[in-house]
């Protein structure tokens, strides 16, 4: 895993990660309101597996979800994310004081940004 991945995720607390989920229209409400009562935070949320996220209460889809966006994040997959999740997560990463999130190869973060810019 690179080092801007854990340096950003460890700084998410459970209410930005929900917050980064729900803009991203990863999960539904009920699914966001037990990561918040297990108080899941950034970090736990890139280190699970899809198994820890069951445990906790989720339901098998949405946990193959997160777990899947988590791989996708550290594995720089951004073809593999739903369209935004990585300017949602450069946005947050910035709100936090951390540098921009590199590019993911096949995200569609450098075209959105131009798009946003013409």
Known sequence: MVVWCLDL?????????VDF???????D???LQIL????????DF????????HFC???????????????????KKGEELLPNTCVILDRLSQSLGQP???AFPGSSLRNLT???LS
């Open 21 to 27: 989920l729900r803009k991203s229209n990863l999960l």
């Open 29 to 31: 409400v009920d699914v």
């Open 114 to 116: 131009i798009t946003m």
């Open 57 to 75: 209460g989720l339901k098998r889809g949405p946990a193959t979800r997160l777990a899947k966006t988590a791989w996708c994040i550290k594995n």
């Open 100 to 102: 921009s999130v590199p």
């Open 9 to 17: 995720f460890s700084k998410i607390t459970t209410d930005k990660l």
């Open 46 to 53: 890139i280190l699970f597996s899809k198994e820890e996220f």
């Open 36 to 43: 918040e009562k297990e108080k899941i935070n950034g970090l």
